[in-house]
């Protein structure tokens, strides 16, 4: 899940979210050293999903990771952010770990109560 376009300090998101980030970046800053200014502030957090895990229950885990709808709900109504994303990172096709799937009606009302798009990538693990 990543959080953009937040007015204060990416660390205060962070503790508001009681979760450890995987990377973060405050607006006017490099995103590395000697590169163009950010935007926008971000933070990422990353949830290792089971490689099992059914399509229709990633976006569920994602948010109780985050401590639930709920919580979710109230910490981002806080921080007030421009976006926030999903993303499913999921097995290219082809792949032996690979299958169908769906998204909840459920899941799909939660991204839609806290106003986040689901987007999808697709990683090769045969590599």
Same mark, same amino acid.
């Given at each position: 899940m990543t959080i /953009?376009?937040? #007015?204060?300090?990416?660390? +205060?998101? %962070?503790?508001?979210? &009681? @979760?450890?980030?995987?990377?973060?970046?405050?607006?006017?800053?490099?995103?590395? #050293?000697?590169?163009?200014?950010?935007?926008? =502030?971000? @933070? /990422?957090f990353n949830v290792d999903l089971a490689p099992d895990t059914p399509l229709f229950r990633m976006v569920q885990a994602i948010l109780d990771h985050m401590g639930g709808i709920d919580r979710l709900s109230e910490c981002l109504r806080r921080i007030e952010p421009e976006h926030i994303d999903i993303d499913?990172?999921?097995?290219?096709?082809?792949?032996?770990?690979? +299958?169908? &799937?769906? %998204?909840? #009606?459920? =899941?799909i009302a939660d991204l839609q109560r806290i106003g986040a798009t689901l987007s999808f990538s697709f990683l090769d693990r045969r590599k």
């Open positions: /953009r376009g937040f #007015p204060g300090s990416t660390d +205060e998101v %962070i503790a508001l979210f &009681g @979760v450890a980030a995987d990377s973060s970046g405050l607006a006017s800053t490099p995103a590395l #050293p000697g590169k163009a200014l950010l935007k926008r =502030s971000y @933070v /990422r499913l990172v999921l097995p290219v096709r082809d792949s032996p770990e690979q +299958e169908g &799937g769906f %998204i909840s #009606p459920s =899941s």
